[in-house]
C-alpha cells in the first residue's frame, strides 16, 4: 500500500474514530442526528459536483448508489442504534469487527495470506473489549441484528466495488446520502418518538462539523481508496476507529494502559500491518473443488 493510500486509510480511522467524543454531550437522539448529518451532506455533496461539474451518472448506477446509501447507511444505523440497548457495547464492537472477514468471504478471498490477519484483528478488537463482554441468551436478537448490520456494510462496499467504480466519489456519496436520509428521516420519527430533528445551539455546530468531516469529507476518500484496494483492506477502517477509541478514552480518563490494552493494540497494529501490505490479486481466494465419483470397481 502506498503512503497516500495509508495516510488516507489512516485519517478516515481518525475521523470516525474521534465522533464518539466530539458528539457526547450533543443534545439529539442518534437517528434525528444521523439523519439530520446525512441531509446535510447531500446538499454539501451536490453543490460541491455541481461546482466541480462533475458528470452525473447513468440511471442503472443511480439506482445502485441508492440502494447502497441504503443498506450501507440507513439500515445498518437502525440496527445498531436497535441492538445498543440489547447487547452491550463490547460484543456490538467485536461484531462489527467482523465487517473486513464478511467483506473477504463474500468475495471468495478468504485465503491463507488474508484470513491470519482478519481473524487476528477480530481477536485484537476482543481483547481491547474484554472487560466489556458478556453472552445471555437474551442477546441473540441483538447479536443477530449487528451481524446483519456488518453483513450488510461488508456486502454494499463490495458492490461498490465491482459496480459504482467509475463513478465519482463525490457524486456517489451525495447520491447514497440522499436517500439513507430519505430512509432514516422517517424512521427516526418512528423509533425516537416527540425528539427534535433539528439540532440546536451546541449541537447544531458539533452535528454541522461532523457532517462536514465524518460525511462531506471522509466518505469519499473511502470510496477512492476502494478504487484501489481490496474491499476487506478499506473495511479495516473499521479496526483503526476502535484503535482510535480506546486511545482516546484512556487519554481523556488519564488512565495507564493494561496488558490487554496493550496486547490488543500491539495484535491489532501487527494485523493491519499485514493485511494492508498484501496487494490486489496477490492472495488466491480459497475454494473447495467437489471431485466426480469414480466409476470403477
Known amino acids: 500500500m502506498g503512503a497516500w493510500r495509508l495516510a488516507t486509510l489512516t485519517l478516515i480511522g ?57 443498506t450501507m447507511m ?27 472477514l464478511i467483506a473477504s468471504l463474500i468475495e471468495g478471498r478468504a485465503s491463507g495470506t488474508v484470513l491470519t490477519p482478519l481473524i487476528g484483528g477480530v481477536g485484537a478488537t476482543a481483547i481491547l473489549v474484554s472487560q466489556g463482554l458478556s453472552f445471555a441468551a437474551a442477546q441473540l ?4 441484528a449487528v451481524l446483519t448490520a456488518a453483513t450488510l456494510i461488508a456486502g454494499s462496499v463490495v458492490i461498490v466495488k465491482r459496480e459504482l467504480s467509475g463513478v465519482h466519489p463525490v457524486m456517489m456519496s451525495g447520491i447514497q446520502f ?6 432514516l428521516a422517517p424512521l427516526a420519527q418512528l423509533v425516537e418518538d416527540h425528539a427534535s430533528y433539528f439540532p440546536a445551539g451546541h449541537s447544531l455546530a458539533v452535528e454541522f462539523l461532523t457532517a462536514i468531516f465524518g460525511s462531506v469529507l471522509a466518505f469519499p476518500l473511502y470510496y477512492w481508496l476502494l478504487r484501489h484496494l481490496q474491499s476487506y483492506q478499506v473495511t ?31 495484535l491489532m497494529a501487527a494485523s493491519l500491518a499485514v493485511l494492508w501490505r498484501n496487494k490486489p490479486g496477490g492472495d488466491t481466494p480459497l475454494t473447495i473443488q467437489i471431485m466426480p465419483a469414480s466409476t470403477e470397481g
Do not use: K, N
Open 74 to 100: 440507513a439500515l445498518p444505523a437502525g440496527l445498531t442504534v436497535w441492538a445498543g440497548v440489547h447487547i452491550t457495547l463490547g460484543l456490538l464492537v467485536v461484531i462489527l469487527s467482523m465487517t473486513p
Open 178 to 183: 440522499v436517500f439513507a436520509a430519505a430512509v
Open 236 to 266: 479495516s477502517s473499521q479496526w483503526v476507529v476502535t484503535l482510535v477509541g480506546v486511545a482516546e478514552g484512556l487519554i481523556l480518563l488519564h488512565e495507564t494502559p493494561t496488558w490487554r490494552a496493550v496486547a490488543g493494540m500491539a
Open 141 to 144: 436478537p441483538g447479536i443477530a
Open 14 to 70: 481518525l475521523i470516525w474514530g474521534s465522533e464518539w467524543l466530539i458528539l457526547r454531550d450533543v443534545d439529539i437522539s442518534p437517528l434525528h442526528a444521523l439523519a439530520w448529518r446525512c441531509s446535510v451532506a447531500a446538499l454539501m455533496l451536490a453543490a460541491i459536483s455541481a461546482i466541480l461539474r462533475i458528470r452525473f451518472p447513468r440511471r442503472r448506477y443511480v439506482g445502485i448508489a441508492a440502494l447502497t446509501g441504503v
